[in-house]
């Protein structure tokens, strides 16, 4: 696991680190099932911050400078949504409305079901800038942004949690149908920390603050959670100095709130972006560009065909057994 060290690296920092990862399971083995792969292009529509699938099987991307795209069963494009700059995010519930998330001067837009009106949600008066959201199977909605959490509920009343915490580097966020919010987050190194590593793993929140699961001090790049209840993270490798002192654990499934975690596949992979459809298959999109699938709850792994060449850092399954993937900046399609 461990690589290299230089003597900036302080080598009882490492075994002190080192104590908090666990990467237990089998030789990873895997099928493998042939996709058609093709590139979806579109012109000038910049960098793509999120992807959903609605009802329909219509792809909707959040770019960051073009706002909302729709793009219908006949592969024609449109532009739906009413604001346009500063767009970091959308997520989309069980009736099929978007929640678009901004940053400061936009706040949260819900738009209805047909993307025909989108009305601003404001707590006490202001606009709550959102950097993540998340939706559980249920329908409850989740935001952060601005360190504070926020709580979407079907009534339509809205919660903000002060986060108690000042810190913007979560990499991907969660939340289960009895509202807990999950957040993984990069491991980094602290010159002038004495602990050496800090932040990583996943993170549960409770009264408003982030805790630490039993997954730490390891860079996790998304966080899923299924029906059951289990939390699936993605990890990949911490590199400090150009040196790798972690590989990455592949992932990682807690089936008890996250107090305990094992591998449950991709072990030594890098996992860029994962992603859990309506019947619980799991998808991971991998640093060397390679899709897995699991439809037992990762207990084994089928491949979706050739890589793709490029980190897969956005990934969402259609319902059609199909798979959108974003990688290097381009947008790709994969069929069986």
Same mark, same amino acid.
């Given at each position: 696991?461990?690589?290299?060290?230089?003597?900036?690296?302080?080598?009882?920092?490492?075994? $002190?680190?080192?104590?908090?990862?666990?990467?237990?399971?089998?030789?990873?083995?895997?099928?493998?099932?042939?996709?058609?792969?093709? @590139?979806?292009?579109?012109?000038?529509?910049?960098?793509?911050?999120?992807?959903?699938?609605?009802?329909?099987?219509?792809?909707?991307?959040?770019?960051?400078?073009?706002?909302?795209?729709?793009?219908?069963? @006949?592969?024609?494009?449109?532009?739906?949504?009413?604001?346009?700059?500063?767009?970091?995010?959308?997520?989309?519930?069980?009736?099929?409305?978007?929640?678009?998330?901004?940053?400061?001067?936009?706040? #949260?837009?819900?738009?209805?079901?047909?993307?025909?009106?989108?009305?601003?949600?404001?707590?006490?008066?202001?606009?709550?800038?959102? @950097?993540? #959201?998340?939706?559980?199977?249920?329908?409850?909605?989740?935001?952060?942004?601005?360190?504070? $959490?926020?709580?979407?509920?079907?009534?339509?009343?809205?919660?903000?949690?002060?986060?108690?915490?000042?810190?913007?580097?979560?990499?991907?966020?969660?939340?289960?149908?009895?509202?807990?919010?999950?957040?993984?987050?990069?491991?980094?190194?602290?010159?002038?920390?004495?602990?050496?590593?800090?932040?990583?793993?996943?993170? #549960?929140?409770?009264?408003?603050?982030?805790?630490?699961?039993?997954?730490?001090?390891?860079?996790? @790049?998304?966080?899923?959670?299924?029906?059951?209840?289990?939390?699936?993270?993605?990890?990949?490798?911490?590199?400090?100095?150009?040196?790798?002192?972690?590989?990455?654990?592949?992932?990682?499934?807690?089936?008890?709130?996250?107090?305990?975690?094992?591998?449950?596949? #991709?072990?030594?992979?890098?996992?860029?972006?994962?992603?859990?459809?309506?019947?619980?298959?799991?998808?991971?999109?991998?640093?060397?560009?390679?899709?897995? $699938?699991?439809?037992?709850?990762?207990?084994?792994?089928?491949?979706?065909?050739?890589?793709?060449?490029?980190?897969?850092?956005?990934?969402?399954?259609?319902?059609?057994?199909?798979?959108?993937?974003?990688?290097?900046?381009?947008?790709?399609?994969?069929?069986?």
């Amino acid at each position: 696991m461990l690589k290299g060290y230089s003597s900036f690296i302080p080598i009882f920092l490492i075994l $002190f680190n080192i104590s908090y990862i666990r990467c237990i399971g089998s030789p990873f083995e895997h099928e493998e099932v042939n996709y058609n792969w093709s @590139e979806i292009v579109i012109e000038d529509f910049g960098i793509i911050q999120e992807m959903v699938i609605n009802s329909n099987n219509e792809l909707l991307l959040a770019t960051k400078y073009n706002g909302i795209l729709k793009r219908d069963l @006949e592969n024609n494009w449109e532009e739906i949504s009413s604001v346009y700059r500063s767009l970091n995010t959308i997520a989309i519930d069980n009736d099929d409305r978007i929640y678009a998330g901004y940053s400061y001067g936009y706040g #949260l837009y819900v738009s209805d079901k047909d993307y025909l009106e989108w009305n601003p949600l404001k707590i006490n008066g202001d606009e709550c800038p959102i @950097e993540m #959201l998340a939706i559980s199977k249920c329908g409850n909605v989740a935001g952060y942004g601005s360190s504070n $959490f926020y709580l979407f509920y079907e009534d339509k009343e809205y919660e903000r949690i002060p986060a108690n915490v000042f810190y913007n580097g979560f990499t991907g966020m969660c939340v289960t149908d009895d509202w807990k919010i999950y957040l993984s987050d990069y491991a980094l190194y602290g010159d002038q920390v004495a602990v050496g590593l800090y932040g990583g793993g996943v993170n #549960l929140v409770k009264d408003g603050k982030p805790q630490k699961t039993g997954l730490r001090h390891i860079s996790v @790049e998304d966080v899923v959670s299924d029906s059951k209840g289990y939390i699936y993270a993605g990890t990949r490798s911490t590199i400090v100095k150009r040196y790798t002192i972690f590989d990455g654990c592949g992932i990682q499934k807690s089936c008890d709130n996250g107090k305990t975690w094992f591998c449950c596949g #991709l072990d030594g992979y890098d996992i860029y972006s994962l992603s859990i459809c309506d019947n619980d298959i799991l998808y991971a999109g991998t640093k060397s560009g390679e899709i897995f $699938f699991s439809i037992d709850s990762g207990n084994s792994w089928i491949s979706a065909g050739i890589p793709l060449e490029a980190a897969v850092s956005k990934i969402i399954p259609d319902h059609n057994s199909g798979i959108y993937v974003y990688a290097d900046y381009r947008l790709f399609y994969g069929k069986r």
